[in-house]
């Protein structure tokens, strides 16, 4: 049965698409199977795996407005040579058609709701169903929360990191007192970590402070390779797998695993240095 984990923040420039493509690749790599679904207009989680996004004809747009059943759609990642070795990750694309998806949607019965509808039939098939939010709290973000079981939040490590925090906190307060009671913070993940700044390391202790056990041990550092890799369509984890990105999001995917109890290991073995 798998665990829907949204990843969110409405807070552009966070490494919220960085983090979606990057743990759900490390989850396959660790044997994992995985579908991330790209909610986001800017279609960036496809592009990010190489997928030209003008030339997805069937994504997430015709699966939330024309009903067209999602497994119409999933694309293995694998099916790209640069990808070959990621059997186990799907995709649920998008394009910029998802942004009329919004007005579209309004006249739809349960329009909250369609997203979780379409993905609960796939729940036997994969160990993890990842959402890549857009940078809004708009309907398509609503849905994917009321679809989820859990979000992570990425939080940069700069100022103004919990800027915007709030409201999406009371947004997912709003969500379980209605539409997704079970949703739970599945944790606070600090991005764009630089560990010889002193703003960076503040902003750490604010976010640990506020959240307490809630914040993710791994931290994922401001590391060029994770941006060189998008820009190859792949994900940190095959492009340079000794990079410092690759080992933080196998160190937060490792962390993810432990937290839902589906590994077993040592406190030693819980971290790659």
């Known amino acids: 049965m798998a665990k829907i984990i949204a990843v969110a923040n409405q807070k552009g420039g966070v490494g919220k698409t960085t983090t979606s493509i990057n743990l759900a690749a490390s989850l396959a ?72 998806a919004e007005i579209e949607l309004l ?26 939010c857009s ?10 929360l009321v ?11 700069q100022y103004f990191a919990l800027e915007g925090i709030g409201k999406l906190i009371n947004t997912i307060k709003i969500i379980q007192g209605g539409l997704n009671s079970d949703l739970q913070i ?27 056990d809630m914040v993710f041990e791994t931290m994922i550092s401001n590391n060029v390779k994770i941006s060189e890799a998008q820009s190859y369509g792949m994900p940190s984890v095959l492009y340079d797998p000794q990079s410092t990105g690759a080992i933080n999001y196998l160190n937060l995917a490792r962390e993810v695993l432990q937290r839902n109890n589906m590994t077993q290991m040592d406190s030693d073995e819980k971290m790659i240095d």
């Open 29 to 100: 790599v660790l044997d994992k199977k995985v579908l991330l679904v790209d909610a986001d207009p800017q279609g960036n989680a496809t592009s990010g795996f190489g997928f030209e996004v003008e030339n997805i004809k069937v994504g997430l747009y015709e699966c939330l407005v024309d009903e067209i059943d999602p497994a119409n759609a999933i694309l293995n990642v694998s099916s790209l040579e640069r990808n070959s070795s990621l059997a186990n990750l799907d995709l649920l694309p998008s394009n910029i058609n998802l942004v009329g």
């Open 107 to 132: 006249e739809k019965a349960d329009r909250e709701k369609i997203m979780k509808m379409g993905l609960e039939k796939f729940r036997d098939k994969y160990d993890f169903i990842i959402i890549d």
């Open 135 to 144: 940078p809004s709290l708009g309907l398509i973000t609503v849905n994917s």
């Open 147 to 157: 679809a989820a079981d859990s979000v992570i939040i990425p939080v940069q490590c």
């Open 186 to 212: 599945e944790g606070f993940l600090c991005t764009m970590y630089q560990s010889n700044t002193k703003l960076a390391n503040t902003v750490v202790e604010e976010v640990r402070r506020c959240f307490e």
